[in-house]
């Protein structure tokens, strides 16, 4: 099992759950496989996937203190693998800074 810890304090995470909580729940949506890095266009957020059992995955991360918005094609039948919501096709996302958003593909 992966944990992801803040530093060595401690109150470790105390006070931001706000902010670790939902890019915990992305990260731990994701098999632990290896992900290779998809075109997308820009250096400030990047897009990885990786295919694991016969289901593909991928992930948005922003990798700036800075609000993103981009537009990404997912395939068909993506989801976000946090709150459901659908994702496949080409739509706009908008990242805010660090986030990390995972999707997997539903069946």
Known sequence: MLDFAKGGFLIGTYGTE?????WMQAFRSLPAVKFSTLPLGTDKVVLRGARHKGVEYRYLVNV???????????PDG???AVSGEPAG???EFSLAPWE???????K
């Open 18 to 22: 706000e902010f670790v909580t939902p």
């Open 64 to 74: 700036t203190p800075d609000d993103q918005t981009i537009k990404a094609t997912m």
């Open 78 to 80: 993506m989801r976000d």
């Open 89 to 91: 096709g080409t739509r």
């Open 100 to 106: 990390l958003r995972a999707f997997r593909e539903m």
